[in-house]
């Protein structure tokens, strides 16, 4: 079946630092993968996407890695500010059009 | 534009009560959809519609029926509560045309008793 799967449940940063959040999928047909962050008590909020005909894209502080070969997802942010603590999810959108999320890592910043 | 809403926000239930909890929509998204997401889990389809008349099962559609008759709203439906099924519940709308962006409403916190 189609899974989607993160390395680390907990992710703990300086402010200022870098921070990488890793994800796994098992669906190597999946063509679109999306990164979303979510505070506590509220929704998923989207970040940033990524399709399966590119390696690499960027936004405003965040980078999103697709590396098909050993199908692995990453997500960057840089200089990581205390705003950025949440719980980050991939998601998957699969060949049948769902969108599968993966358990989340929760990101914590610290002074 | 209100974006996704979700009504209630919290709710008890009684094991064996019924209730709908009710999704709306003011981007004219096609696509809508409902997720449960437990403690410490990430989030699982429960069902979704890509339009109106049409809906499909998720990964744990059972004890939920839906159904799509309008484009803005998508009604969820508990026939009989089981205590599995205390959750935060969401919903979420997206569009064919616009990078798939899926946009969530805020949640519906409902504990069954």
């Known amino acids: 079946g189609e899974s989607v799967g993160l390395h680390l449940p907990t992710l703990s940063v300086q402010e200022g630092d870098n921070s990488i959040i890793n994800c796994a999928y098992s669906?190597?047909?999946?063509?679109?993968f999306i990164w979303y962050k979510q505070e506590s008590g509220k929704g998923p909020q989207f970040i940033i996407d990524i399709r399966s005909n590119m390696d690499k894209r960027q936004g405003q502080r965040v980078t999103v890695l697709l590396n098909k070969t050993v199908k692995h997802l990453s997500l960057q942010i840089a200089a990581t500010q205390p705003g950025d603590s949440a719980v980050y999810f991939c998601a998957e959108l699969s060949h049948t059009d769902k969108l599968i999320f993966g358990t989340g890592t929760r990101l914590q910043v610290f002074p | 534009n209100a974006g996704v809403t979700q009504t209630p926000k919290f709710q008890v239930l009684k094991t064996g009560q019924s209730m709908t909890l009710q999704c709306a929509q003011d981007m004219n998204h096609e696509y809508m959809s409902w997720y449960r997401q437990d403690p410490g889990m990430g989030l699982r389809l429960i069902h979704y519609s890509v339009g109106a008349g049409i809906t499909d099962q998720g990964e744990v559609p059972n004890g939920y029926n839906v159904s799509r008759s309008t484009t803005e709203d998508f009604p969820l439906r508990l026939l009989s509560a089981a205590p599995s099924q205390t959750s935060v519940y969401f919903c979420?709308?997206?569009?064919?045309?616009?990078?798939?962006?899926?946009?969530f409403g805020p949640g519906t916190r409902l504990t069954v008793l």
């Open positions: 979420a709308s997206r569009s064919w045309t616009i990078d798939n962006e899926q946009f």
């Open positions: 669906n190597s047909a999946s063509d679109y």
